[in-house]
């Protein structure tokens, strides 16, 4: 369903990439909210919650409910999935459907951040991990129903990376919110956190050396291709093999002398992740875990549920650089938080007006309404 890892070039500087997996294709918007715009998030029974950011953010986002002809979505109703801010500090939300019920905070006198608004607050307000840990130490945070998946409550996991390197997962599972630091600064999907460190471990000989000989008696065997050392990486393209592998190529992946150099090696490390669709395939009376959304159906009117790449996003946290393609492109379209700093309204743009021809579509969110 999701893939993202975090890479570091020759100079240290980190880049953040990730894979968004479904089995529609949704209406994803590119958002930029610029300094001092206000989120209001409402969880049903609990004091509301209202904050200013600090700073702009670019993002990937979806409406949270289904527009209607009399009620059509907008800026409120938009939602982060995954954002940079021009502190460079990232924000995704990955897809964890296994989690068993939501987090439920004590009564409290405080307001209640929605775990839908976790993006628009965590990169409008911090700029860094650590800044983000110590504030969700204090902050009540509740799940809630989702109109546009159905009404189950929020079924995802949360990633936060920032520029020296440090990563955080935010997960709520049996009503419990759990906040840790992931230094491995990968992750995919379910189950829990800790346990894919756990089956880490299971994976110590790794290594990307060759070992092209070895001896069976007194016969000398002879790997004719490069590339055994990959052979005992999972080959499955569920959560527990990607994260695996995702760890693997994160850890070894040549370290790039140049900033442009690191972002396409971070586009060829995310490639090994892209998934066409019919790869693997579901029947509905088969079961499965995928999310369904309200009021959207699959374009192709096929009989079995297909997962594939709906878009890739490339991060360049030191430059805040943003980067994305989406499946019907090879080519990602390139962002510059720094050049949209001086935008004060926000802007809006929809994922599939972006095409292998717009390179740098920092003009056309420029001169789009908000």
């Known amino acids: 369903m999701c893939t993202s890892l975090s890479y570091r070039d020759a100079a ?21 909210f610029p300094t001092g715009f206000s989120t209001v998030s409402q969880v049903d029974g609990a004091a509301r919650m209202s904050f200013e950011g600090r700073h702009g953010v670019l993002a990937v986002t979806m409406p949270c409910r289904v527009p209607t002809p009399d009620k059509p979505a907008g800026i409120a109703d938009l939602k982060v999935l995954e954002g940079m801010n021009d502190a460079g500090l990232t924000f995704s939300l990955l897809s964890y459907p296994a989690a068993g019920g939501g987090h439920h905070p004590a009564a409290t006198t405080m307001s209640v951040l929605g775990a839908s608004d976790l993006g628009a607050w ?81 994976y110590s000989f790794l290594t990307n050396v060759d070992k092209p000989t070895g001896i069976f008696g007194s016969y000398k065997a002879i790997q004719p291709d490069s590339g055994i050392a990959t052979a005992g990486l999972p080959a499955s393209n569920t959560s527990v093999g990607r994260f695996v592998r995702a760890a693997y190529y994160a850890q070894y992946a040549e370290k790039a002398a140049t900033p442009d150099a690191a972002v396409g090696a971070l586009a060829h490390i995310l490639n090994t992740f892209d998934r066409a669709r019919g790869v693997t395939i579901d029947y509905p009376d088969e079961g499965g875990s995928h999310l369904e959304v309200e009021g959207l159906k699959d374009e192709t009117a096929a009989s079995y549920a297909t997962e594939f790449t709906c878009w890739t996003s490339l991060s360049d946290l030191d430059r805040q650089l943003f980067f994305i393609r989406d499946y019907a492109g090879l080519n990602f379209t390139r962002f510059d938080l720094a050049a949209l700093a001086g935008l004060k309204q926000p802007r809006v ?9 717009v390179p740098d579509a920092t003009a056309v969110l420029t001169g789009a309404h908000g």
Do not use: C
């Not at 240290?12 to 930029?32: A, M």
């Open 12 to 32: 240290g500087n980190v880049y953040f990439g990730r894979t968004l997996e479904l089995t529609v294709d949704l209406p994803y918007q590119i958002t930029w």
């Open 122 to 202: 965590v990169l409008g307000q911090f700029t860094s991990v650590a800044d983000v840990k110590a504030a969700l130490a204090t902050q009540p945070v509740m799940v809630q129903p989702l109109a546009i998946l159905g009404g189950v409550e929020s079924p995802f996991h949360y990633v936060v990376h920032d520029t020296t390197g440090a990563a955080l997962v935010i997960e709520f599972n049996r009503g419990k919110m759990s906040v840790y630091d992931n230094p491995v600064g990968v992750m995919t999907n379910g189950p829990d956190f800790p346990w894919h460190l756990t089956n880490l471990n299971n």
């Open 349 to 357: 743009i929809p994922l599939k007006a972006l095409n292998s021809a």
